[in-house]
């Protein structure tokens, strides 16, 4: 992020990638070196019309209620791009909630989508930047970590924000208490695919070298947060990384998986899921009021 030279190692992950801290900046940023290529790392996908995430159809729903609290405190009407925005779920939810929304995501979106008030997009920035007008919020839930540019993302991005538009910024905080916990094996960590591990005063760095000036900021959100401590939970028990969370997702990751393996892992996050999800709720609300929270959630607007 400042072109500095000089790294030491801070972690190691459960899967050996180095986990480097700028000798400049302090950013700390995952070592890819060894990694596999882009496309093996984001499979193009499409999800299915069913899965354990329509079952859990109703909680996920309530976590998007609260992404579009926060979103409202700054934004209340107009324009929202979801960039990065998966399976275009949080889009979905504003179009539904009286926004006119965008959402753009190069890998893992279902079916493309083009109406009246919700256009869903599967492709790169730079491929449709010119005809996607302005913006009276962006948000970028969990995405910025997984770019190696960061800042030039986010300058391009500043330039769709209507005046008096804002940006929102949600990424781990490696300084958290979860990740204090868990060390390698914190499921947020998620190295090589997370390039950038942002603590408060990096992403503060990161924003103001874009630009950007914070209005807001919100400590606590449980989706990430309360996910954080459950799939962690389970990564230190069970010898398949981050199994609920892919089977939730639905991105085809366990189809390897034997039907034997795919059972036990089942099994496990079925007992265990369920007391350590009721457990993860007052454990992250303290966490975030120490303002050790697992995410840093941001808000920022073009600096005067």
Same mark, same amino acid.
């Given at each position: 992020m400042c072109g500095g030279n000089r790294a030491t190692e801070a972690l190691r992950s459960w899967n050996g990638y180095p986990i480097l801290c700028c000798g400049a900046c302090g950013l700390l940023f995952t070592d890819d070196s060894a990694a596999p290529p882009a496309h093996e790392l984001y499979p193009v996908f499409d999800q299915s019309a069913g899965g354990v995430g329509r079952r859990v159809g109703g909680l996920l729903r309530e976590f998007l209620r609260h992404r579009e609290r926060f979103v409202?405190?700054?934004?209340?009407?107009?324009? +929202?791009?979801?960039?990065?925005?998966g399976s275009g779920? !949080?889009?979905?939810?504003?179009?539904?909630?009286?926004?006119?929304? =965008?959402?753009?995501?190069?890998?893992? +979106?279902?079916?493309?989508? $083009?109406?009246?008030? *919700?256009r869903l997009i599967r492709s790169p920035l730079e491929q449709v930047?010119? $005809?996607?007008?302005?913006?009276?919020?962006?948000?970028?839930?969990?995405?910025? $970590?997984? *770019?190696?540019?960061?800042v030039?993302? +986010?300058?391009?991005? =500043?330039?769709?924000?209507?005046?008096?538009?804002?940006l929102i910024v949600s990424v781990p905080n490696f300084s958290s208490l979860q990740r204090r916990v868990f060390q390698g094996r914190w499921f947020?960590?998620?190295?090589?695919?997370? +390039?950038? /591990?942002?603590?408060?005063?990096? *992403? @503060?760095d990161c924003l103001r070298r874009a630009g950007l000036a914070p209005i807001g900021e919100k400590d606590f959100l449980a989706e990430y947060g309360c996910a954080g401590w459950v799939q962690s939970s389970l990564n230190a028990v069970f010898p398949h990384n981050n199994y609920l969370y892919e089977l939730v997702k639905d991105r085809g990751a366990l189809r390897g998986l034997s %039907?034997?393996?795919?059972?036990? /892992?089942?099994?496990?996050?079925?007992?265990?899921?369920? %007391?350590?999800? @009721?457990?993860?709720?007052?454990? $992250?609300? *303290?966490?975030? !009021?120490?303002?050790?929270?697992?995410?840093l959630t941001v808000a920022a607007r073009r600096a005067a």
């Open positions: 409202r405190t700054i934004a209340p009407s107009g324009r +929202l791009l979801d960039f990065g925005c779920a !949080f889009a979905r939810h504003m179009r539904d909630a009286g926004f006119e929304t =965008v959402g753009l995501e190069p890998f893992s +979106l279902g079916v493309p989508v $083009e109406d009246e008030r *919700l930047e010119g $005809e996607l007008g302005l913006f009276d919020a962006i948000t970028m839930w969990h995405v910025l $970590e997984h *770019l190696r540019d960061p030039a993302i +986010l300058k391009r991005l =500043v330039s769709h924000l209507a005046p008096g538009g804002a947020h960590l998620d190295a090589p695919r997370h +390039l950038i /591990h942002f603590e408060p005063a990096t *992403l @503060a %039907p034997v393996s795919s059972a036990f /892992h089942f099994a496990g996050a079925a007992l265990l899921a369920p %007391p350590l999800l @009721a457990l993860s709720l007052p454990l $992250e609300a *303290l966490a975030s !009021f120490r303002k050790r929270g697992s995410v």
